[in-house]
C-alpha cells in the first residue's frame, strides 16, 4: 500500500461518542474554517451549515429527524451539523463542491482529535421545517461530531459495526482502466 497520512490513515467513522465530551467555540470555528477554505467552482462556496451542541434545542431538532437507528447513538455526539448545498439550477457543481467542504472539515476534525460520523438516513424536510432553512438549501448530510467514546455503551446490533476491521475496495476495483497504475 502506498504510504498515506496520517490524518487519512487514521480518519475513522465510530458511532460510539463521548456523551459528557464538549467542543469549544475554537474547535466549532476551526471545523468551519477548514470547510470554508475547501475548494469551489468560481469560488462560489454553495455550502451551508446548521450546528447544534449537546443539549442545545437546534441539536434536538436535529437529532429528531434522524432515522431511529441513527438516534440511538448520535445523541451522544458532541455536535450535530446540518451539510446542504445551495440549489444546483444556478450552481451546477454545488453538491461536488459540498463534498469537497465536508471532507476537509472531517480531517480537521481528524487533525484536532475528533471524529465526524456522516449520516445519510434523516427526513430532509423534517429538518427544513425544524431548522426553518431556506428553500434553496439542498441538505446532504448531517454529521455527528465529537470525541470517542466506548464502544461498550452501544446497543449490541451496533456494536458489531463498531469494532469491525475498516475495510477499502483495492485500488484496481476503483479504476476504470486498471493498467494505469502497476
Known amino acids: 500500500m502506498s504510504e498515506l497520512h496520517p490524518l487519512l ?3 475513522w467513522s465510530p ?3 463521548d456523551p459528557v465530551a464538549v467542543l469549544s467555540d ?13 475548494p469551489s467552482f468560481a469560488n462560489s462556496q454553495p455550502w451551508r451549515f446548521a450546528v447544534g451542541r449537546r443539549d442545545e434545542e437546534t441539536h434536538k431538532r436535529i437529532l429528531e429527524n434522524l432515522s431511529a437507528e441513527c438516534q440511538q447513538w448520535a445523541g451522544n455526539a458532541s455536535a450535530l451539523m446540518v ?3 445551495l440549489d444546483q439550477a444556478t450552481l ?38 425544524d431548522l426553518d432553512l431556506p428553500d434553496d438549501l439542498r441538505t446532504s448530510v448531517v454529521m455527528a461530531v465529537g470525541r470517542l467514546g466506548d464502544p461498550a455503551m452501544l446497543p449490541p446490533e ?6 469491525a476491521l475498516r475495510t477499502r475496495l483495492p485500488i484496481t476495483e476503483l ?3 486498471p493498467a494505469s497504475i502497476t
Do not use: C, K, M
Open 9 to 11: 490513515a487514521t480518519r
Open 92 to 129: 451546477p457543481h454545488a453538491a461536488y463542491d459540498l463534498g469537497q467542504a465536508v471532507a476537509h472539515l472531517t480531517v480537521q476534525a481528524t487533525a484536532l482529535r475528533l471524529h465526524v460520523h456522516q449520516i445519510a438516513d434523516f427526513d430532509a424536510e423534517g429538518l427544513r421545517a
Open 26 to 38: 475554537e474547535e466549532v470555528s476551526s471545523l468551519l474554517e477548514a470547510a470554508r477554505w475547501a
Open 15 to 17: 458511532l460510539a461518542f
Open 83 to 85: 451539510a446542504g448545498h
Open 175 to 177: 479504476l476504470v482502466n
Open 158 to 163: 451496533l456494536r458489531h459495526w463498531e469494532t
